[in-house]
């Protein structure tokens, strides 16, 4: 009971502390968003290598994962030129050099850093301050759009808890994640596309199409992103990804679901909204 009590508390202030900045300012929830790809850069660091890494290492690896955020969410912010969005090819690339010049580190150990870094942690991040921008996403840019995404997320994650602790009997995939259930899942998916149906109805934001493609997104791909965080946490043979959060881990364990989730949003709405 104590345990599940500092969860819920520190939930709700992790949710407040993320609506907050949201609605304060596009510029403070970008800062927070650099806080959280620094957070999460580190914690990919600790899970792919069992031992300490040199400073000189992981340096190199946080500014890449810092840069790749920076240009994206500068770009969608205008504060940054487009054209310069090409440089994310060096961050791209820059494993390969990283892995040349490093005397202790293999370009496999790098490379596993490096990219899961991008493309799991400062690629998403950059998208979730995208959804500020028309020119990205269309005219439903801005912090509704945000928050609607997030609290789809939330939604899928609490019900297919509380689904799969009541009714859950058939694993999901037991060889990584051995308390997920189907039904926890289904239900996930049931309560979350009840809930955005019902929020396209009485607020009219979204249309009911589009409503439900979305939620379906994020059930499906935020499922699949947390099945992925619990493999890599799984083979560095740990439970969390950190513990600056009390009660529910690291930064990884509180956004691997939103942050899989959010490319394929941002392919969805640029591509058909």
């Not at 202790?104 to 493309?119: D, G, K, M, R, V």
């Not at 028309?134 to 994650?157: C, H, M, P, R, Y």
């Not at 289904?186 to 396209?200: H, M, R």
């Not at 934001?205 to 947390?226: E, K, N």
Request: cysteine-free; charged content about 10%; aromatic content about 12%.
């Amino acid at each position: 009971m104590k345990e599940l009590f500092k969860r819920t508390v520190y939930g709700i202030l992790f949710v407040v502390l993320i609506i907050g900045s949201i609605l304060i300012s596009k510029y403070l929830f970008a800062l927070l968003l650099l806080v959280v790809v620094l957070i999460g850069t580190q914690e990919m660091i600790n899970l792919r290598l069992k031992s300490g890494m040199q400073l000189i290492d992981k340096t190199l690896i946080l500014v890449n994962s810092l840069l790749f955020f920076t240009l994206i969410g500068g770009i969608a912010l205008d504060l940054i030129p487009q054209k310069l969005l090409s440089l994310v090819l060096f961050t791209l690339l820059f494993p390969f050099i990283h892995a040349l010049f490093s005397k202790t580190y293999s370009f496999t150990e790098l490379a596993s850093i490096h990219w899961p870094s991008i493309f799991l942690v400062s690629l998403p991040a950059g998208l979730l301050v995208t959804f500020f921008n028309q020119k990205f996403v269309g005219e439903i840019a801005g912090s509704q759009l945000i928050i609607s995404i997030l609290t789809l997320v939330w939604i899928n994650d609490i019900f297919a808890y509380l689904v799969g602790i009541t009714i859950g009997k058939h694993r999901l995939f037991e060889r990584i994640s051995p308390k997920k259930s189907w039904e926890g899942s289904i239900g996930g998916l049931v309560f979350t596309v009840a809930a955005t149906v019902l929020y396209s109805h009485l607020t009219g934001f979204l249309s009911l199409q589009a409503a439900i493609i979305m939620a379906t997104i994020v059930v499906v791909f935020g499922s699949l992103g947390d099945l992925i965080e619990s493999m890599i946490k799984r083979q560095a043979g740990v439970k969390d990804s950190g513990k600056i959060i009390p009660g529910h881990g690291g930064i990884l364990d509180r956004f691997d679901a939103s942050f899989y989730a959010v490319p394929f949003i941002f392919v969805y709405l640029s591509l058909f909204n």
